[in-house]
């Protein structure tokens, strides 16, 4: 039996869920009594109601119930409700002294629609980042101005989305993969507002006016409705932009991180590891409750909580937590959590409570 990962994102919007068993009902010939007969084991049957959701997206939840193949594989149901990721923010949110109102978008229909998600919140100066790209700069911004929106220098502007601006310094357009040539710079999905409520309101008008681009609510349309209102936008520069959108580039943003926290001195390696006979090769991000036995670990490994590692070789890897790492000789590899890895791959990347030996 193999342990499947059921797809979290877009998570289904309605589910039943029931149990279903075989039963055989007998009749006797001389009396027309009937006796049911339940038998033993039982199987789980659900239906389940999946948002609307675009191509890329559609291809992960196909898989998964191609692999559901009856009593072949099984798979855990994770955390539909958000739980432990509600709970890791209201950490988060602690660490810094502040409250943290969460909001869901239970349908995908675009980066605007999102933000109107949290439309309750929606007042007073606030910052709008988007969660898979990490950042580095260390210039301040104008904070007198409307907004800002942060860039980086780009070799191929064609391939992002990038500013236009006039001899002010002011942002006066955002241009989508242009064919022409604009700007190098390019909207990286970190935002600035001294009143967010004006964002509010435009995005507004752009669901009621239904203001759609591939079936979705751009938060674009809202930013040029404020920049043709006269309000002050200008741009902010990072020196370093690390997408996580993929595998290749979380693992090549890793690499990175460790090598910036590692310049800048910080402890990344848990007091409490336990290493046995083996070697760590630095930067390396050890968490709590790790062992590593009879291996060497690194350059540029991230190994989370829990996770034990015995007669391997790891390096430019993200290892998630509670997983199990054995006989392996592996990089440029991405495990998730609660796995158990044992077998002669180079590079490999599976998903959640997934087993490969």
Not at 21 to 32: D, I, K, N
Not at 74 to 84: A, I, R
Not at 227 to 234: A, T
């Amino acid at each position: 039996m193999t342990l499947i990962s059921m797809p979290t994102s877009p998570a289904f919007t309605n589910s039943d869920w029931g149990i279903s068993r075989t039963v055989a009902v007998s009749e006797s010939p001389f009396t027309g009594a009937s006796q049911v007969h339940s038998y033993p084991k039982a199987q789980w049957q659900a239906t389940l109601t999946l948002p609307p959701m675009k191509r890329s997206q559609a291809s992960q939840w196909q898989a998964f119930f191609m692999q559901c193949e009856g009593r072949a594989n099984t798979f855990l149901l994770g955390d539909p409700d958000g739980k432990e990721i509600i709970s890791e923010l209201n950490f988060l949110a602690r660490e810094f002294n502040a409250k943290a109102s969460i909001y869901r978008q239970r349908v995908p229909l675009g980066t605007g629609h999102a933000i109107m998600c949290a439309k309750e919140s929606l007042h007073g100066k606030a910052m709008v980042i988007y969660p898979d790209t990490l950042i580095r700069f260390e210039e301040g911004f104008d904070k007198n101005s409307d907004a800002v929106i942060w860039t980086k220098e780009v070799k191929n502007p064609e391939a992002y989305g990038v500013i236009k601006l006039n001899k002010e310094g002011n942002i006066v357009d955002l241009v989508e993969k242009p064919k022409s040539s604009i700007s190098n710079l390019a909207v990286i999905g970190l935002y600035y507002f001294k009143e967010i409520a004006q964002l509010k309101s435009q995005l507004q008008n752009v669901i009621e006016e239904k203001i759609i681009h591939s079936g979705e609510y751009q938060i674009n349309d809202g930013l040029l409705k404020m920049i043709s209102n006269g309000k002050v936008f200008k741009a902010g520069k990072v020196t370093e932009w690390l997408d996580c959108g993929n595998v290749k580039s979380s693992i090549n943003s890793n690499q990175k991180m460790l090598d910036f926290h590692y310049a800048d001195k910080r402890p990344l390696v848990s007091t409490d590891l336990k290493l046995i006979n083996s070697k760590i090769i630095e930067p390396v991000y050890i968490d709590s409750g790790v062992v590593i036995e009879n291996s060497t670990v690194g350059p540029h490994v991230s190994v989370y909580k829990n996770s034990k590692i015995f007669t391997s070789s790891i390096k430019n890897s993200i290892l998630g937590e509670d997983s199990i790492i054995s006989n392996a000789n592996v990089s440029n590899s991405m495990i998730g959590n609660n796995c158990k890895y044992d077998g002669n791959y180079q590079s490999i990347n599976i998903g959640d409570y997934s087993e490969l030996i």
